[in-house]
């Protein structure tokens, strides 16, 4: 079997491909990234002394260059991860969430459908349903109300990889997650800024007055999911991938405050995310009922793996801060760096 691997070299994509190659030997990992500054190749070479997995450095959205890999490689899926993925980021400026998120989806669904591919798993999100009131839980069949350019491009991929399904019969599979942490995340993402942060006994910002809540998902327990839905899932389906336990961001702060035995005066509450959701809340009923999928990791474990991770990976840390993420963050962020 021949896989395409896009957003290889991001957060969820070296995780899974760390999981996945040394697993799957039968499987051929064919990765694709735009190496923005969000993909590093670095995270995947020691991985490329394997025979399963290979690396092409393109966009999303370069046809030319996708329609000559996919004549050559005879795929059977795709795994879409490649986004732009920074919601903060995707309130200053959308233009490459347009391209990117849709456009690029599009471009890769009708080259996808072009060559037969077998399953197309578009990896989607949370977000795309917008806040959710309490006590309430969505499952996927809930309307979808994105709240922020980022929600909004993903929404629409996913809208249009149900039109490929609908019209032309591509065997697309949706999977919908809830946030992320572990290794490997971009420090612009709340975990590692805080960890980063407070090992460096610098504040830690919280947006708003801290109550807004999320699921928090450690990403092996996701990548379990989506090599789930890889064999299993149904075409034309949606998948939502969530720990049914929401928290909220002052909560998380205090914890890893706690597990990095920092104090709490670290805190500071800054202004608030523009249009900041207030809580989303999802049911994983289908994935666990159809699939017996569940998550394994609780938050406590999974967030001491993941501070020791940083802490010994000081480095890789050092290494988010390229030129343009610097000049970036100059810009638009102020001191929060
Ligand atoms: P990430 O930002 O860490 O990685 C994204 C990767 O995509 C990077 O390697 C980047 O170089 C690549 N990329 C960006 N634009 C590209 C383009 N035009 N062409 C080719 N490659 C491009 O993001 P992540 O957290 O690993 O997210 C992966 C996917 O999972 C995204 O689709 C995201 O929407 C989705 N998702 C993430 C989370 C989360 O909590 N991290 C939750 C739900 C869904
Ligand atoms: O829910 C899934 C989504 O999770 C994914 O689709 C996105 O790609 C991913 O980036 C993530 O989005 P969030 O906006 O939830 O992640 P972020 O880490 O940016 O923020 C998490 C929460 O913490 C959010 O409520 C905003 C808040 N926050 C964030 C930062 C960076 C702060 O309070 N302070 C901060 O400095």
């Not at 993909?39 to 959205?61: A, C, E, H, W, Y």
């Not at 610098?202 to 450690?218: M, W």
């Not at 961001?249 to 920092?262: E, P």
């Not at 394994?296 to 474990?301: C, G, N, P, T």
Request: glycine residues 6%; aromatic residues 12%.
């Amino acid at each position: 079997m021949k896989i395409l691997i896009t957003g290889a070299a991001g957060f969820i994509g070296t995780n899974f491909l760390k999981y996945a190659v040394p697993r799957y030997k039968d499987i051929f990992f064919y990765c694709y990234d735009k190496l923005t500054y969000a993909g590093r190749l670095s995270n995947l070479v020691p991985l490329l002394v394997n025979d399963n997995i290979k690396f092409t450095k393109g966009d999303l959205t370069d046809c030319d260059l996708l329609t000559a890999i996919f004549s050559k490689e005879n795929f059977d899926a795709v795994i879409n991860f490649a986004a732009e993925t920074h919601v903060d980021k995707s309130l200053i400026c959308c233009d490459q969430f347009i391209k990117t998120n849709i456009l690029g989806t599009q471009i890769l669904l009708q080259i996808s459908n072009d060559f037969n591919i077998k399953k197309f798993l578009q990896i989607s999100t949370d977000e795309v349903y917008g806040p959710v009131d309490y006590p309430h839980r969505l499952n996927e069949a809930a309307c979808l109300k994105p709240s922020n350019p980022y929600a909004i491009s993903k929404a629409s991929a996913d809208l249009i990889c149900l039109s490929y399904f609908r019209s032309y019969n591509l065997p697309v599979v949706i999977t919908r997650s809830c946030n992320n942490y572990g290794p490997y995340q971009f420090i612009e993402k709340q975990i590692p800024l805080m960890i980063y942060r407070a090992m460096n006994n610098k504040y830690l910002p919280v947006y708003g007055n801290g109550s807004n809540i999320r699921e928090r998902i450690h990403v092996e327990d996701n990548i379990r999911a989506i090599l789930v839905l890889l064999e299993k899932g149904k075409a034309g389906e949606i998948y939502n991938v969530s720990t049914g336990i929401g928290i909220s961001n002052i909560d998380l702060v205090r914890i890893l405050l706690k597990r990095l035995n920092k104090p709490e005066s670290l805190i500071r509450f800054v202004k608030d995310r523009i249009n900041h959701d207030k809580r989303y809340a999802m049911n994983s009923n289908k994935i666990k009922k159809e699939f017996n999928w569940k998550p394994e990791i609780d938050l406590e474990e999974g967030i001491d793996t993941t501070i020791e991770w940083y802490m010994n990976n000081y480095e890789w840390i050092k290494g988010c801060f390229t030129e343009e993420f610097n000049l970036f963050i100059e810009t638009n962020y102020g001191e929060l760096f």
